[in-house]
């Protein structure tokens, strides 16, 4: 998943919100550390869920990583309240279904799936299942190959 957070963040500017969907365990968080560390974020990147909200600045200057968890956030108005700069960053929201419709225009959607009882590969990475959806015009031809 990291290899995958990667290759999206060559995709990213500020302004782009990516979302996160995939059961606890699913490797959303794995995906952003890939993603930071391909953007050259300061810092580990570790799950926000008790703090909601993690800024990951970039020392060679860019957008900043926000990285948001919203497992426990009951509607989108909570997602709003953090105050994220939405256009100045670059925002990946964890357990994002049914948060970003009032919030913003256009994200780019990953759902991942862990396939139980699935066989792990000679290098001990899991398979995961991956799905792409764009939502709005910056979104409508993204090609991930």
């Keep these: 998943m990291e290899e995958f957070g990667a290759r999206v963040a060559r995709e990213l500017r500020a302004g782009d919100v990516v979302a996160l969907n995939g059961e606890l365990g699913a490797g959303k968080t794995t995906f ?11 810092g580990a990147v570790t799950s926000p869920t008790f703090v909601l909200a993690r800024t990951h600045p970039r020392p060679a200057g860019g ?7 919203a497992y426990r956030m009951g509607n989108p108005a909570e997602l709003d ?4 700069d939405f256009e100045g960053s670059i925002v990946v929201v964890e357990w994002a279904a049914g948060m970003l419709d009032a919030v913003v ?8 799936v ?3 009882g699935g066989v792990e590969s000679e290098d001990g990475v899991e398979p995961r299942q991956v799905t792409v959806t764009g939502h709005g015009h910056r ?3 993204i090609r991930l190959d």
């Design 105 to 112: 225009d256009e994200w780019l959607e990953i759902g991942i």
């Design 139 to 141: 979104w409508a031809d």
């Design 114 to 116: 862990r396939p139980v």
């Design 32 to 42: 952003t550390r890939g993603l930071g560390q391909a953007l050259g974020v300061r």
């Design 63 to 69: 957008a900043p990583l926000v990285h948001v968890d």
């Design 81 to 84: 309240d953090l105050d994220i």
